[in-house]
């Protein structure tokens, strides 16, 4: 069974940093590009950042490229998302997603971590 | 602004049909047979129903069907159940600066 746990969400001032990371099991994650995707409370999906499955192609939301870097670790089946900078819009919770390279979609999700920035 | 434009809502009455339109442009879904469709109840990860505009995923209903004409993509539910009420997405890949691109949004309210 494909299983995506994100970790690492939590209430952060403006300016400051967040590390994100999302445990995948259940299937060969070295194969497969992977995908974050965010809510803002209230609002719809926004497509934050993807990465290959050898890291050669990585891409960024216009919203947060230069602030966010996307990484994975095959041999550790992990996928993170270092967030720098952070800002107020930033509030969201997070989703980790197995992109199908084949198709451009998500067939598998996380169930979310949420990420607060306030002062 | 969203790069996908998809109607704020739609509703039906149990056991009628609607369709949730999610119009692009020739660099997205005009250009590509990469549309999905992605339904989400409150709270809850979005759930993928349709691929590459028309495949269903296994488990989903043959309730939900998907297509498209030019740049515009549409999902059909036929015979409307309670539990279709929901936010639904639209998605595709984009050969602009974005990877992917999502929609709006449309929320279904089953009278």
């Known amino acids: 069974e494909v299983q995506l746990v994100e970790s690492g969400g939590g209430l952060v001032k403006p300016g400051g940093s967040l590390r994100l990371s999302c445990a995948a099991s259940g299937f060969t994650f070295s194969s497969y590009t992977m995908t974050w995707v965010r809510q803002a409370p209230g609002k719809g999906l926004e497509w934050v950042s993807s990465i290959s499955s050898s890291s050669s192609y990585i891409y960024y939301a216009d919203s947060v490229k230069g602030r966010f870097t996307i990484s994975r670790d095959n041999a550790k089946n992990s996928l993170y998302l270092q967030m720098n900078s952070l800002r107020a819009e930033d509030t969201a919770v997070y989703y980790c997603?197995?992109?199908?390279?084949?198709?451009?979609?998500?067939?598998?999700w996380g169930q979310g971590t949420l990420v607060t920035v306030s002062s | 602004q969203s790069a996908l434009t998809q109607p704020a809502s739609v509703s039906g009455s149990p056991g009628q049909s609607i369709t949730i339109s999610c119009t692009g442009t020739s660099s997205d879904v005009g250009g590509y047979n990469y549309v999905s469709w992605y339904q989400q109840h409150p709270g809850k990860a979005p759930k993928l129903m349709i691929y590459?505009?028309?495949n269903r995923p296994s488990g989903v209903s043959n309730r939900f069907s998907g297509s498209k004409s030019g740049n515009t993509a549409s999902l059909t539910i036929s015979g409307l159940q309670a539990e279709d009420e929901a936010n639904y997405y639209c998605s595709s890949y984009t050969t602009s600066i974005t990877f992917v691109v999502f929609g709006g949004g449309t929320k279904l309210t089953v009278l």
């Open positions: 997603a197995r992109l199908e390279s084949s198709g451009y979609y998500c067939a598998y």
């Open positions: 590459e505009v028309s």
